[in-house]
């Protein structure tokens, strides 16, 4: 269990240069799933934190009377929930935060785009179908169970993940699977589309090396893995076997949508560039 820490914020609605939204909106700060690639366990507020990543979560207890004053006070028209949290963790069962602005959102007509992993989000579905829920972009991936044990193992099993968004789907929310990251070797590409027959589109974002903690995703794969930490360490180190890497899998997906007659997006970031996110510049 997280420790938990009651805590009030001084402004909830947050100006984002993320093209999502124009305020994202993190009702908890941490996160009990505490994946080793979060990029938020090492930005520059947690990074400073002494407990490690995943051992903690703040309740921002007066989101809900903030957030009603903002809205009157900043009049946004799109938000973004759950940029450097998760919404729907555990906590969110006793605190329930963010169904309270889910509530609030829909009264005000603020139409909103969700980024999750969590399958606890199809409890929120008569919410969700309200009209205001733009998008979820839902993370979905496919690790074998030492892989998940390694990268992500406090998160929701794959398999529920992928049921909970074809009942999303099914209800006709719009989502967007999102298969992020993905690791050469590590993330099983071999059937992305067929778990997903009702998504209009299905995206990809491979594994960024420029994130702080890449050595360690490279370190810790490697202990389990040996081989494929070499190949990811070459990648990391040589540019021509970077973009082989890549290239080779963007024809594995495009020959794969074609048999399945889906869209996709590949976000693939440059080789040797620092991190430039498409979603969390
Ligand atoms: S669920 Fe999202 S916010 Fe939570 S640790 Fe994983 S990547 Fe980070």
């Not at 889910?102 to 969590?118: A, C, D, P, Q």
């Not at 030492?146 to 992500?152: H, R």
């Not at 963007?250 to 080789?271: C, G, L, S």
């Amino acid at each position: 269990m997280p420790e938990i820490h009651e805590i009030t914020t001084n402004r909830i609605l947050n100006p984002t240069s993320i093209n999502l939204g124009e305020y994202v909106i993190n009702p908890y700060v941490g996160c009990e799933f505490a994946c080793l690639y979060c990029y938020v366990r090492s930005n520059k507020v947690t990074g400073k934190r002494k407990d490690p990543w995943g051992d903690y979560v703040d309740i921002r207890i007066n989101t809900p009377g903030l957030l009603e004053r903002e809205i009157l006070e900043k009049c946004p028209k799109t938000v973004l929930l759950g940029s450097t949290t998760e919404c729907f963790q555990p906590v969110e069962r006793e605190f329930q935060l963010t169904r309270k602005i889910l509530e609030i959102l829909n009264k005000h007509g603020v139409s909103y785009i969700i980024l999750t992993r969590s399958p606890a989000i199809v409890d929120y579905t008569p919410l969700l179908n309200q009209g205001f829920c733009k998008k979820i972009y839902f993370t979905v991936n496919h690790f074998n169970d030492t892989f998940k044990e390694v990268l992500e193992p406090k998160s929701p099993a794959f398999s529920d993940r992928n049921k909970a968004v074809c009942v999303l789907l099914d209800a006709g929310i719009s989502v967007i699977p999102y298969y992020s990251p993905v690791i050469p070797g590590v993330t099983d590409t071999r059937a992305v589309f067929s778990p997903f027959a009702k998504a209009e589109r299905i995206e990809f974002e491979y594994l960024n090396f420029n994130l702080k903690n890449t050595r360690d995703i490279i370190k810790n794969i490697s202990r389990v893995c040996p081989d494929r930490g070499m190949h990811i360490v070459r990648m990391f180190t040589e540019k021509g076997h970077y973009e082989q890497t890549w290239d080779n899998l963007d024809e594995e997906i495009e020959m794969q949508a074609r048999v399945a007659n889906k869209k996709y997006t590949i976000y693939r970031h440059p080789f040797g560039e620092f991190f430039r996110n498409f979603y969390f510049l």
